[in-house]
T-cell receptor, first 116, second 116 residues
Framework: AQSVTQLDSHVSVSEGTPVLLRCNYS??????LFWYVQHPNKGLQLLLK??????LVKGINGFEAEFKKSETSFHLTKPSAHMSDAAEYFC??????????????FGSGTRLQVQP | EPEVTQTPSHQVTQMGQEVILRCVPI?????FYWYRQILGQKVEFLVS????????KSEIFDDQFSVERPDGSNFTLKIRSTKLEDSAMYFC??????????????FGPGTRLTVL
């Protein structure tokens, strides 16, 4: 079984300050990990994905995440928040590399607020 | 950039009625998915569909649910006799296998189903 825990339901930062959204996972296999973002009235957009290559993954819009197996974490960071980053962020795990199952398992989401 | 589209954006129905949620996946994609998110809960996998048949389904996807690809462009989710607990946001997704595994799932904006 696999699961994802997003440690913060809401995060509020000031524009121009760093962003840290925390995610811990549990998987019986070598997981693939994703971060998706959802802006209001939009679909879930892929920010980045980890698939056992480099542990530091760079995504769109300046976001990156680091896979730490020893800590079972995949935290999302950005050096400087922009107003347009305000959205809901989902950490997602897949064990498809080992099982062939395509079902994604989602975390509960973190709502990021960016204050001017 | 190609997008997954879903109609309607909001559907209100009476308990016991049948509803059909519609999705147009990205045109060259081969796998299609439905997920749902009950208010305040996590996004949950329902079903995946490939080569005109269900390839994977969750425990949630019981006999009241069915999926269909009635033509070359649409992918539908039917709920035969809706219950109050079916009220949720339903997300459609599609993916194109091949290249770097696992393939990325692209999501639509969702249909909010309200059962009264």
């Amino acid at each position: 079984a696999q699961s994802v825990t997003q440690l913060d339901s809401h995060v509020s930062v000031s524009e121009g300050t760093p962003v840290l959204l925390r995610c811990n996972y549990s998987s019986s296999y070598s997981p693939s990990l994703f971060w998706y973002v959802q802006h209001p009235n939009k679909g879930l957009q892929l920010l980045l994905k980890y698939t056992s290559a480099a542990t530091l993954v760079k995504g769109i819009n300046g976001f990156e995440a680091e896979f730490k197996k020893s800590e079972t974490s995949f935290h999302l960071t950005k050096p400087s928040a922009h107003m347009s980053d305000a959205a809901e962020y989902f950490c997602v795990v897949s064990d498809s590399m080992d099982t062939g199952r395509r079902a994604l398992t989602f975390g509960s989401g973190t709502r990021l607020q960016v204050q001017p | 950039e190609p997008e997954v589209t879903q109609t309607p954006s909001h559907q209100v129905t009476q308990m016991g009625q049948e509803v059909i949620l519609r999705c147009v996946p990205i045109s060259n994609h081969l796998y299609f998915y439905w997920y749902r998110q009950i208010l305040g809960q996590k996004v949950e996998f329902l079903v995946s569909f490939y080569n005109n048949e269900i390839s994977e389904k969750s425990e949630i996807f019981d006999d009241q649910f069915s999926v269909e690809r009635p033509d070359g462009s649409n992918f539908t989710l039917k709920i035969r006799s809706t219950k109050l607990e079916d009220s949720a946001m339903y997300f459609c997704a599609s993916s194109l296998p091949g290249g770097h595994y696992p393939d990325t799932q692209y999501f639509g904006p969702g249909t909010r189903l309200t059962v009264l």
